[in-house]
Antibody, heavy 115, light 110 residues
């Protein structure tokens, strides 16, 4: 059974940093691209970032480019999102999703940026 | 990258069919057959319903179907059931090697 478990969310002040993690199991992690998608409270889905199976191809939404860094550790079956210079508008539930089809999603980790 | 355009809401009675549209540009929906649709119930994670315009993952009922014409993709749900009531989102790969979602459509089963 595919499982994706996000962690690392919390309350953080504007301008500070946070690192999200996604622990994957139930599939061959290094066979697939992985993505981060967020959803602000009461709003729609927004793609944040994606990374290919070997980290050779990485992409970011314009809204986070230069502030967020995606990475993965295939030996640990884990995906990460380093978020720097956080803003109030980054407040959202952050999901990790498997493959370029987003065929499996975790339950999300909530990030709240507020003073 | 602007969000794809979806109607804010659609509704239908049990047994009826509904269609949700998703309009983009030639740089996303119209340029690639990488359109997907997701169903999201309140408080739950999204679920993949359609990928590559018209393909259904294993376990998704064949009442759900997808299509595309030009810059507009569509999700059709036939034989509406109460459990289909949810939010639906489309997504597309883009020419910038990013992904863009639609704003979401709330489906109400009357």
């Amino acid at each position: 059974e595919v499982q994706l478990v996000e962690s690392g969310g919390g309350l953080v002040q504007p301008g500070r940093s946070l690192r999200l993690s996604c622990a994957a199991s139930g599939f061959t992690f290094d066979d697939y691209a992985m993505h981060w998608v967020r959803q602000a409270p009461g709003k729609g889905l927004e793609w944040v970032s994606g990374i290919s199976w070997n980290s050779g191809s990485i992409g970011y939404a314009d809204s986070v480019k230069g502030r967020f860094t995606i990475s993965r550790d295939n030996a640990k079956n884990s995906l990460y999102l380093q978020m720097n210079s956080l803003r109030a508008e980054d407040t959202a539930l952050y999901y990790c999703a498997k493959s370029d089809y987003f065929d499996y999603w975790g339950q999300g980790t909530l990030v709240t940026v507020s003073s | 990258q602007s969000a794809l355009t979806q109607p804010a809401s659609v509704s239908g009675s049990p047994g009826q069919s509904i269609t949700i549209s998703c309009t983009g540009t030639s740089s996303d929906v119209g340029g690639y057959n990488y359109v997907s649709w997701y169903q999201q119930h309140p408080g739950k994670a999204p679920k993949l319903m359609i990928y590559e315009v018209s393909n259904r993952p294993s376990g998704v009922p064949d009442r759900f179907s997808g299509s595309k014409s030009g810059n507009t993709a569509s999700l059709t749900i036939s034989g509406l059931q109460a459990e289909d009531e949810a939010d639906y989102y489309c997504s597309s790969y883009t020419s910038s090697s990013t992904v863009v979602f639609g704003g979401g459509t709330k489906l109400t089963v009357l």
